[in-house]
C-alpha cells in the first residue's frame, strides 16, 4: 500500500501562537536561535500506485476539508 502525506502549515502572514509558544517553551530550556511554526501533517494509504490523477485527487480533498487555504498552505508528496 503507498503512503501520501499531507503537510498543512498557517501561511508566513499569520499568526502561529502553538508555534510561539513552543518557541518560548525552547528558549527557556536553553534552545537559542530557534523559531518554530506548528502545522498538521496527514498520512494517507493509497490502494494501489499513487498515480498523478491520484495525487490530484488527494490535492482536491486537501484544499476542500484538510487545510483551510486562507489561512493555510499546504503541500502534497508521495512517500518513498
Known amino acids: 500500500m503507498a503512503r501520501v502525506i499531507v503537510d498543512v502549515m498557517p501561511k508566513p502572514e499569520i499568526l ?4 510561539k509558544a513552543v518557541t518560548g517553551a525552547l528558549r527557556r ?3 537559542s536561535g530557534l523559531a518554530v511554526r506548528q502545522g498538521k501533517r496527514f498520512e494517507i494509504e493509497v490502494d ?3 498515480t498523478p490523477e491520484r495525487l490530484d485527487d488527494i490535492r482536491r480533498a486537501a484544499e476542500t476539508l484538510l487545510a483551510n487555504t486562507v489561512i493555510e498552505s499546504f503541500d502534497v508528496r508521495a512517500e518513498q
Open 16 to 19: 502561529d501562537p502553538q508555534g
Open 29 to 31: 530550556l536553553g534552545f
Open 48 to 50: 494501489g500506485d499513487v
